[in-house]
């Protein structure tokens, strides 16, 4: 009655998975089974409001890959991972023992895990898992900063950000630029988030040329078959991705955006400021200039 009792607590934020009998007797030898099997994991990451949850519902639409969630963010492990980047911290080992089981779970499948602020774990997941693979989402920075204040539980990491660490790489705040950022919108607090974490993308592409791949969210949305063409081959699997069903719109919301100027000034600076080498990976000259589309 006890051990039922633990475990039904331990495991609750496994939501959408339908945990009969043939399920928990499957999950908890998962757990305690100290070797992994012979799968990858793939992770997709990015900032927040990128696309991740648009790539993960893509993934799983081949029936090789599941996230064990139906498309939505795993509860077993999205606040811890969340919670480290926060706090700029590794993940715990409880954390990657949860991984480790949820994977042995997914398997024959291959585990999709759209826990995405795991950008700041890549080297710590790879050495726990050598053969994980890493989508990382790069989109708009417009686009991405519309959404964030339209979504609350992003916007809160910025509007909460003196309960964090200070510095935060996180949140892109620095001993240096905390006087400027205590003083700037959501908008641009947003901003300096998203120029943060493509340098981190590219630095990672160039590391781990083989564990990562890059996808651009208006690529994948204009030229879906290419698109997931480029993906497949990352992954070494077949093609059986079903084709991403776009609303046309949702690339032009960031029209909307009252604070375009403001935005692009704190990614112009940051990248004056942090050069990349080459554009190769996260197209910047394509975000520097307002383009005034008509909405669809």
């Not at 799968?39 to 990128?50: D, H, L, N, Q």
């Not at 046309?248 to 942090?274: C, M, R």
Request: net charge positive; hydrophobic share 40%.
């Amino acid at each position: 009655m006890l051990l039922g009792s633990f475990l039904t607590n331990k495991f609750r934020a496994l939501k959408g998975v339908a945990f009969g009998v043939s399920a928990w007797a499957k999950f908890i030898p998962s757990l305690l089974r100290l070797e992994d099997r012979a799968t990858p994991i793939v992770f997709v990451i990015g900032t927040g409001r990128s696309g991740t949850h648009f790539m993960d519902r893509i993934l799983i639409s081949n029936t090789d890959f599941t996230d064990l969630n139906g498309g939505k963010e795993n509860q077993f492990v999205f606040g811890e991972v969340t919670q480290a980047a926060l706090l700029g911290v590794d993940l715990k080992k409880t954390t990657l023992t949860k991984y480790r089981a949820l994977k042995n779970y997914a398997w024959p499948k291959v585990l999709v895990d759209q826990s995405h602020p795991n950008i700041w774990q890549v080297e710590n997941l790879l050495a726990k898992f050598p053969e994980a693979k890493f989508v990382g989402m790069v989109r708009d920075p417009l686009s991405v900063t519309y959404s964030t204040l339209h979504h609350s539980g992003v916007a809160s990491w910025a509007e909460n950000y003196e309960n964090f660490p200070v510095p935060n790489r996180f949140l892109g705040v620095s001993d240096e630029n905390i006087g400027h950022y205590k003083r700037y919108s959501l908008a641009q607090r947003s901003a300096l988030r998203w120029a943060v974490h493509m340098e981190r993308l590219d630095n990672l592409k160039r590391k781990y040329p083989d564990s990562v791949f890059i996808m651009n969210y208006e690529q994948l949305c204009v030229s879906p078959e290419v698109q997931l063409h480029k993906l497949s081959d990352f992954l070494g699997c077949k093609n059986d991705f079903k084709g991403p069903v776009v609303e046309t719109s949702a690339l032009y919301k960031k029209n909307k955006l009252k604070e375009k100027s403001d935005v692009l000034l704190i990614v112009k600076g940051y990248f004056s400021s942090n050069p990349l080498p080459d554009e190769k990976y996260i197209p910047l000259s394509d975000y520097f200039y307002v383009k005034n589309e008509p909405e669809k």
